[in-house]
């Protein structure tokens, strides 16, 4: 019989065969994303975009197609596009400004400026300052109710928080602490605001119905930054001068954990899903740590750039900008986005 016959049982064997590479070769591609090594992203800077001087608090818009970075030495906000990773704008405060949140809608920035004890809220149409509002002394971290209708500002000399009615861009209240107040988060119902205080080695809990403060709980030492996570359940400090993370349990308002991170913390943020925190190692790792929510344990350290401080990730959960404040840099990392054993490109 002609060798090159293609008889029934020829086809047969062949559709077999090439079943059985096909299988092999999906059972290559699967491991190679189950391992990392095939397209997925492990969690690497893929961008440096030079901004201004000294950045060090960072903001991503809530569609996630711009990234906004405070200059403190320029006196100005950096204007990032996430498609290019270029500055597309930059827009000038007059002073010092410390840190900045973006509104829900994404129409506003709000930027504390330390320098002058005020608040700039900057239009994101046309990337202008269109108010001024005077606040505490020396204020700090910032945060935006999710519905947009109030902002509250930590004034760390003064020991209080402003509340801003963000209809009116005027303080409607204010909030006394004691401690020198830093960070600012807010649960995501908007039921309550969390401000670490510094001094005191605390976290104060505040009931945005009454404006007052319900609990305060003790974490580590120089409390700094906090974030809180996106179902609401966690809020996570971290303690600069301990080189840990506190995990509170909004709950109970209780410390469940405390995980070891690294040198001089600076700022901490959470991925979507809720299952990675990222915190910048601001003093000699120069890097950024990786903990796992799952474990309470660092996964992975990420080398940046030259003292980096805050860090904002992108409402997709896609990336990480990190603000280098001795560079003059922000480092863009592309996320591992891990589902059970498999691993996709942060970029799909």
């Known amino acids: 019989m002609n060798k090159y016959k293609r008889s029934r049982g020829y086809r047969t064997v062949r559709g077999k065969f090439r079943s059985l590479v096909l299988g092999l070769a999906a059972i290559v591609v699967v491991g190679a994303y189950i391992s990392g090594t095939g397209t997925a992203a492990a969690d690497t800077v893929i961008a440096t975009v030079p901004v201004g001087v000294s950045p060090n608090a960072v903001a991503a818009s809530p569609d996630g197609h711009r990234v906004y970075v405070t200059n403190v030495f320029d006196k100005s906000v950096s204007v990032i596009d996430t498609a290019t990773n270029t500055v597309v704008g930059t827009v000038d405060v007059g002073v010092p400004p410390e840190a900045v949140a973006a509104s829900p809608d994404g129409h506003r920035v709000y930027v504390t400026n330390n320098g002058d004890a005020t608040v700039s809220v900057i239009d994101t149409a046309t990337n202008t300052v269109t108010a001024t509002i005077p606040v505490g002394d020396h204020p700090q971290g910032v945060a935006v109710t999710p519905n947009g209708s109030y902002a509250y500002v930590a004034n760390f000399v003064d020991g209080a928080v402003s509340v801003i009615d963000t209809a009116t861009d005027t303080v409607t209240a204010t909030i006394p602490l004691g401690g020198e107040p830093a960070g600012v988060a807010i649960t995501p119902d908007g039921h309550r605001v969390y ?115 805050g860090v904002a990730v992108t409402p997709n959960g896609s990336y990480a900008y990190v603000a280098n404040s001795n560079d003059g840099t922000v480092s863009v990392i592309a996320i591992d986005q891990c589902t059970g054993s498999l691993c996709f490109d942060s970029g799909s």
């Open 195 to 309: 401000v670490t205080n510094v001094i005191d080695n605390s976290v104060s809990v505040i009931d945005t119905a009454t404006n007052t403060v319900t609990a305060t709980i003790p974490v580590g030492a120089y409390p700094d930054a906090v974030a809180a996570s996106p179902n609401g359940s966690y809020a996570y400090v971290n303690n600069y001068n301990d080189g840990s993370v506190s995990v509170i349990d909004t709950a109970t308002d209780t410390v469940t954990a405390t995980i070891p991170v690294g040198d001089h913390l600076g700022g901490v943020a959470i991925t979507p899903d809720g299952h990675r925190v990222y915190v910048t190692n601001f003093v000699a790792d120069g890097a950024v740590s990786v903990i796992d929510t799952a474990t309470d344990t660092v996964t992975a350290t990420i080398p940046v750039g030259d003292y980096p401080r």
